[in-house]
């Protein structure tokens, strides 16, 4: 994952993003371009084509926690 993007994470959170949505619903997900994910493009270093981003999510003890 880039720094730029994990720095960003670790300082303003997940917002807009995929992974918040996955969280309070509780289902995984794929995006498959900017439109669902705007983050998409900076979360890999060095892409020089659009891919996919999925978001699992995690669950412990019945509750979602993370993805």
Known sequence: MAPRFL???RT???VP???PEVI???RRMQARNTTQ???MPDIVEGLSAQV???CIPLKFDGTTRAC
């Open 7 to 9: 720095e960003e994470v």
């Open 12 to 14: 303003q959170g997940l």
């Open 17 to 19: 993003c995929l992974c």
């Open 24 to 26: 309070g619903q509780g």
């Open 37 to 39: 994910c705007p983050r």
């Open 52 to 54: 996919a981003h999925a």
